[in-house]
């Protein structure tokens, strides 16, 4: 037998691979963010479009796309975090039905602009007239939904099986 120095070693030719089915990979993790988030944009974009001016409607587009951009950062830094936050906020989408939780976190955000002194209060068309108005209420209520929805996320994941919540690693890229 002639030897081919060409040829793999042994141990790397002979070495069986079992396969793994792949469930969460960071850009599958990436589109069910964007899923997701445009889900839980329905309600709280419609109570907004109706109660605001078009500055203020230009700072919560600005807060939206940031809080879009952060997510994608997120669910190639920290898959598994995002993977909770993405499971919780199909529930806080499917409570669109009934959007209490949608209006209690954007009156808080409206709230808490009242009480450190940056708006007055008054009708909504003049508490909410500029750009900086729409931003800061936009990311407050949509970093709350985001809490609430990492919440359930977390009570999901206590009480479903661990299998659910696995992030594979980049080199188990195989499919069963």
């Known amino acids: 037998m002639e030897l081919n120095p060409y040829d793999p070693p042994e141990t790397i030719a002979v070495q069986p691979r079992e396969l793994q089915k792949v469930t969460h990979g960071t850009w599958l993790l990436s589109f069910e963010w964007t899923a997701v988030y445009l889900l839980n944009l329905v309600i709280p974009s419609f109570l907004a479009w109706t109660m605001t001016t078009a500055p203020a409607r230009i700072g919560a587009l600005g807060a939206i796309v940031i809080l879009l951009a952060v997510g994608y950062c997120l669910c190639q830094v920290r898959p598994l975090w995002m993977l909770v936050t993405i499971r919780g906020s199909f529930l806080v989408a499917i409570s669109q039905i009934f959007p209490i939780l949608q209006i209690m976190c954007g009156a808080l955000a409206i709230r ?5 002194g940056w708006i007055e209060e008054a009708n909504f068309r003049e508490m909410l007239g500029t750009t900086a108005s729409g931003f800061i209420v936009t990311m407050l209520t949509g970093g709350s939904l985001l809490l609430i ?18 992030i594979p690693s980049p080199n188990s890229q195989t499919q069963k």
């Open 112 to 116: 808490s602009l009242i009480f450190i």
């Open 149 to 166: 929805s990492a919440v359930l996320g977390l009570i999901l994941m206590a009480i479903s099986p661990r299998r659910w919540w696995t």
